[in-house]
């Protein structure tokens, strides 16, 4: 897979027997240093090339012009909707859409994530808090809302991070004692959670979940394309932390994650982004590649916040 974690992942498609659902798709994370296998998560890029492959492979049979591929996603038991480009009975992977991060453009795979909360926990907030406090030993603390939606995700407020240290906005490399604190950020609330037991052996590698990321205010900032990103143009600043790597663009599922946490008051997101701006529904989420919108829809039901859907382009294309 190329050494990263990132490109270490793979899809394992079937013909679905549900009703509503044309293909069973599972997503397994590959360890890059040991060997080990996590199906726990579900990648959102990854999810992007299902409904292509699906068509491809012969798995469904795809309606001529926009056609929609319905994915029931084993990790998470949530669905997807992709909505692609079909001519002649074959995905067209051709097309001008760039996605930052991403080489090449392609033609736009529309993913829709439905209802995507409470696919690891069975709760958007499965702390049972929109933020909570995790204390050191050294009396320091920090603010966290922990959301499970798309993937189960930590974020942590990036303006109160230790003095001396800076979130790697734009770095490939984490300070060793930030990547040290943001990992027992993570640990303290995947115990939290009950997803470790005492005995386990905890590798970012082996225990994929919950993800992290660090976010903050929007800032002007250059990105890896060398593009000026403007405060104006996004809603938040965001760095993810992948199996204890620096993320390079900003994960889908993540994105699903954050854009839900972005638009629900009370929250880090919340406190921090810049909503004002930005169009009704849509979060636009700055990374060191670029910027990532995500069209989110939350509501309140029964005094619950839960996500409806989030929706996002991909690209996607056979080698």
């Known amino acids: 897979g190329g050494a990263t974690p990132t490109t270490s992942k793979v899809a ?4 679905s027997f549900r009703s509503d659902a044309d293909v069973d798709y599972t997503f397994a994370q ?4 040991r060997p080990a296998v996590d199906y726990r998560p579900n990648c959102g890029n990854i999810s992007a090339a299902v409904g292509p492959f699906a068509v491809q492979a012969g798995l469904v049979r795809p309606t001529e012009g926009r056609t929609i591929v319905r994915i029931f996603n084993t990790n998470t038991e949530r669905y997807i909707e992709a909505e692609f480009l079909v001519e002649g009975g074959q995905f067209v992977a051709d097309g001008d859409i760039a996605i930052p991060g991403v080489p090449g453009h392609g033609s736009p795979v529309y993913l829709t994530f439905i209802r995507p909360d409470g696919g690891a926990t069975g709760s958007l907030f499965p702390t049972g808090n929109l933020v909570d406090r995790i204390m050191f030993s050294d009396g320091s603390a920090v603010d966290v809302s922990v959301v499970d939606a798309g993937n189960l995700t930590v974020i942590v407020d990036g303006s109160s991070l230790p003095d001396g240290w800076d979130a790697p906005w734009f770095s490939d490399d984490v300070d060793f004692s930030l990547g040290q604190w943001l990992e027992r950020i993570r640990q303290e609330i995947g115990y939290q959670l009950n997803l470790y037991t005492p005995t386990t052996s905890i590798h970012p590698a082996t225990h994929a979940l919950p993800k992290i990321t660090v976010v903050d205010s929007p800032r002007p900032y250059l990105s890896r394309a060398g593009q000026n990103i403007l405060p104006e143009q996004i809603t938040i600043i965001a760095r993810a932390i992948t199996m204890g790597k620096p993320h390079p663009a ?7 994650a954050l854009a839900a946490c972005v ?3 009370g929250t880090v997101a919340n406190r921090l982004a810049s909503l004002s701006p930005k169009p009704s529904g849509l979060v636009h989420i700055g990374h060191p590649s670029g910027v990532t919108p995500v069209d989110v829809s939350v509501s309140m039901v029964e005094g619950h916040w839960q996500v409806e859907a989030t929706r996002s382009v991909r690209t996607a294309r056979p080698l």
Request: proline fraction near 11%.
């Open 263 to 265: 638009k629900i008051p």
């Open 250 to 256: 900003y994960p889908l599922t993540g994105g699903t």
């Open 30 to 33: 590959v360890a890059i240093d």
């Open 12 to 15: 394992i498609l079937s013909r």
